[in-house]
Each structure stands twice: as C-alpha cells, then as structure tokens.
C-alpha cells in the first residue's frame, strides 16, 4: 500500500499543478470537448447497465445494502477520531466551509398544479441558510482542493413530520457542481471510502483490475479550479420524491451574467474572499428546478453515474432563492456553520430521499454529525432564523 500512497501523492501533485493552469486552458477546452465526452462517457456507462424492470419512483435495494451502509458510517467515523485526535474535527466530507449564508427562498404563486407539492404547495417565502462547501475529505488551501463544490440549502419554518427527529422545522436540500455523483451506487462508495482509509483514493479510479475510469472522465469534467461558488449550478444527483408517484432531481442554477476569473495567485481562502466580495455590494439569485423522472431506465433511481436527458424531461422552476447582501464571515457565524447539519432526510414525506446513495446517507450523516460533535465537545443545532451574529 506504501507504493499506492505515493502513486497517489504523485497524482495529486499533477492535479494541483493542472488546477494552477486552469485559468489558461480550461474554458476553451470546455467549450470544445466537454459535451460530446460526456455523451460518448453516457452512452459507455448505460452500455453497460443492465435493463431492470421498475416503475416511475420505484426503488429496489442492493445486495447487503444495510451492511455496506454500516461500513461506510464507521469507515468515515473512524477516520474522523483518526484525522481529528485533539479536537475540531470537520466534516468527514463536503469539508471545508467557505461560508453559511442567510437567504430566502420564495414559491411564486403561479406554479402549475402539477408542481403544487410539499414545501412548493402554496406561495410563500422561507427563510433559509446555505451552506457552500469543498468536497474534502480534509481542509487544505482553496486552490488545492476546490474541484467539485457543494451546496446545502436549510429551509426553516417547514411544518409538517419530518422522516428524522433530529429536526422539527427544518427541510434539506443538498447537491454538488457536477450532474452525476462520484460513486454510482454505495457498493462503490464503499470501495471508496477504504482508498481514502488507505490515503490512495486515486486507485478507486484507475485500479485496472476493478477501474472506475467512466466516473472518473464524468467527475473529472465538471472538476476544475472555480473562481466564486455563487456562480456554478448545483445538482442533486440522486433523486427524490415529489408527492405520490413521483421522482425528481434538482438543480440550483444561479442567474449570474458574468464569470469570475480565478486570481492569478490565490489565497488560502480566495473562494470565501470572493463570495465576501460579491455580496458586499449585490444580491444573488438562485433559481431552483426539478427535472421529473419520465423512464425507470434511461433515468435511474438507483444508479447516480447517468445523467437524466433533458429530452425526456425539461428542467422546471419551482422557486427563487435570494442570497441578500450580507457580511457572513464573521469566527462566530463560522463556528455556527460547524454545528449546522444538512442531511436530506431533514424532509417531510413528500421530498422523500430516493435510491441507495440517498437511503446510506439517513444512517452516515447522522451518525458522523454525531461523532463529530462528539470529538469537538458540541452540541445540535437546529436554527430558526433570529440567530444574531457580529456584522
């Protein structure tokens, strides 16, 4: 395994000396090969799926599905006490923060009926935080490990049952910069989660005798050196419920005209200095829409490497979100941010998680939020919105 760590180091120094020159390649190269990779990639992935009869919404579990969730859960609360020995641990994943913000998310009232549903039921405006991320699974300098994004978006003031009782006001919405997932299903996450264990994760990739190569091109395509987390998309990946009979992905797309440019020599945390920067003087705006589920195939519950076509089924706005000017930088809105929990199952039963990944991650994030706070010595929070913090 000495000899897969230093493959690894070995990877990721070129990676990071890929992401330094980004800036001079990368949107030319994006413009030209992006789309017809991810085709050619797509068509190689569902070349391979078998055809399994389901219908719209329907789920079906893997093989050992309960126990392989277990393993990922300890897998990542052991490397937690391993990682964060003394105290102030992180999050085992979607790490580092770059900021939590206040924001409101409004329900127009002239939503089809088709799209009344849950939390989207009647006009109304929440408020909400939102938590922009790294993917982790440590906490280093903003251009090393700034790749694929995260977003978590907590609406308060939610009534109805939630699916957990961590949370009684709260619904979850979660997502990242990329539109498929990194593993396809959590059998292939657990693989994963021991090459990280082992510190060589890049051998969950390209290991020739169990390769991974067509999610790593897909994760490999939205990866790159970004400029400012309010200006990508976010997508959810797995799907959900939305009402009876019914399944969805989202996407939080923002409006933004302009691109920022990535510094010519960054920070440790350019990406919080630039979102400090943008709402100092400006509001953004998030549209947030649902892509239903149209063919149990083509459009899977169960596999998060396949992209759900837009030719089967359009994206369709279900609400704004308003990001206001706002100073969100404060230690003690950051120490707020680390006992925040986003969890997708923080969600009344007409949002319910769908598929595998979404069924694992009831069980991993509960359980390492709470080894988390744990080793720190915290407690929950569920927030309301009257927090008051300096600024």
């Known amino acids: 395994m000495r000899g897969g760590r230093a493959f690894n180091a070995a990877s990721q120094l070129f990676v990071n000396w890929l992401r330094r020159r980004n800036p001079i390649y990368r949107n030319t190269f994006d413009r030209a090969f992006q789309r017809p990779i ?7 992935i569902n070349a391979r799926r078998p055809r399994v009869p389901l219908a719209i919404a329907e789920e079906r579990l893997l093989p050992n599905e309960a126990q ?14 391993r990682t964060y020995p003394n105290g102030n641990a992180e999050r085992a994943g979607n790490t580092k923060t770059y900021g939590v913000l206040r924001a409101e998310l409004e329900v127009p009232g002239d939503l089809p009926d088709d799209l009344r549903i849950g939390v989207f039921q009647a006009p109304k405006t929440y408020q909400a935080y939102v938590r922009f991320a790294c993917p982790g699974p440590v906490v ?3 251009i090393v490990n700034n790749g694929v994004l995260s977003i978590g978006i907590k609406l308060m003031g939610v009534e ?10 709260t619904q979850d919405f979660t997502g990242i910069s990329a539109p498929t997932f990194t593993t396809p299903n959590v059998a292939e996450n657990l693989k994963l989660q ?6 060589a994760p890049v051998l969950y990739f390209l290991n020739p005798f169990d390769s991974h190569y067509l999610d790593f091109v897909m994760q490999g395509l939205y990866s790159k050196s970004h400029a400012n987390p309010l200006e990508l998309s976010y997508y959810s990946c797995t799907p ?8 969805v992905q989202y996407t939080v797309r923002p ?10 020599h960054p920070s440790p945390n350019y990406l919080r200095e630039a979102m400090v920067a943008t709402l100092a003087t400006e509001d953004v705006l998030f549209d947030l829409l649902v892509q239903f589920q149209t063919d149990p195939h083509r459009m899977p519950i169960e596999n ?5 076509p837009q030719k089967l089924s359009p994206w369709r706005r279900v609400a704004t979100m308003r990001i206001p000017r706002q100073v969100f930088d404060s230690p003690e809105q950051l120490g707020f941010a680390r006992n925040l929990a986003f969890n997708p199952w923080h969600s009344i039963a007409e949002h319910r998680p769908l598929g595998n990944q979404n069924r694992a991650r009831k069980q991993i994030y509960l359980q390492t939020s709470r080894t988390r706070r744990e080793i720190n010595g915290d407690r929950h929070v569920e927030p309301t919105g009257s927090e008051s913090f300096p600024g």
């Open 68 to 81: 392989i969730t277990k393993q990922i859960a300890d897998q990542m609360s052991q490397f937690l006490y």
């Open 240 to 247: 959900c419920l939305f009402g009876e009979g019914r399944a």
């Open 255 to 264: 409006r933004v005209q302009g691109r920022s440019r990535v510094p010519a």
């Open 160 to 169: 109805g049952e939630k699916l957990i009782d961590e949370e009684e006001w």
């Open 140 to 142: 280093t300098d903003d």
């Open 304 to 308: 998060a490497s396949v992209i759900w």
């Open 194 to 199: 021991r090459r990280l264990g082992e510190g």
């Open 38 to 44: 991810q085709a050619a990639a797509q068509f190689a």
